[in-house]
């Protein structure tokens, strides 16, 4: 049984990083995974075990403008991404998030997601809700996914 004695703060242990990544889902694996790669000595705090986490529940797909299966572009990309939310979005981000996804889901490629595949070997992008191209004017295939699991293997990787 614990003693009074044994919660006295000299029995606290301190431990020292260059940044702790609270959430242990997508993000904040890519996060610490950056940051170690840096050349820094990060922790990862969170309440589940990653793949626990609700980046697991993700199915769609990661919306990148390839351009794979029909004409698209990441200004394309802006555009349904802004419209979606209502023009209440921080448009700096999405801008940037929208030009910089084609480069992620390259990294997670070559980092071995296996993406869905077209006959040609490229990526297989699938259609979702929202994804359009020509500025609204007709559907077009952005996801990138791996089958239904997308979640569950970005965490795998």
């Not at 301190?14 to 990544?21: C, E, P, R």
């Not at 990441?74 to 700096?92: A, E, I, M, N, P």
């Not at 296996?114 to 994804?131: A, L, V, W």
């Not at 996801?143 to 965490?155: E, I, K, Q, S, V």
């Amino acid at each position: 049984m614990a003693t009074r004695q044994d919660n006295t703060i000299s029995n606290i242990k301190t431990l020292n990083y260059d940044a702790v990544i609270v959430g242990g889902g997508g993000s904040g694996m890519r996060a610490s995974l950056h940051l170690a790669e840096a050349g820094m000595k990060v922790a990862v705090l969170t309440k589940v075990f990653p793949t626990r986490s609700h980046t697991v529940a993700a199915q769609g797909g990661i919306g990148a403008s390839l351009g794979n299966m029909s004409n698209d572009n990441w200004h394309f990309h802006f555009y349904d991404t802004v419209k979606g939310s209502d023009w209440l979005g921080d448009q700096d981000a999405i801008e940037y998030m929208c030009r910089e996804a084609p480069k992620v889901v390259y990294e997670l490629e070559h980092m071995g997601m296996p993406f869905d595949r077209n006959e040609d070997g490229t990526i297989y992008q699938r259609p979702f809700g929202g994804h359009t191209s020509n500025y609204g004017e007709k559907a077009v295939q952005r996801a990138c996914a791996a089958a239904d699991r997308t979640g569950h293997a970005l965490l795998h990787t």
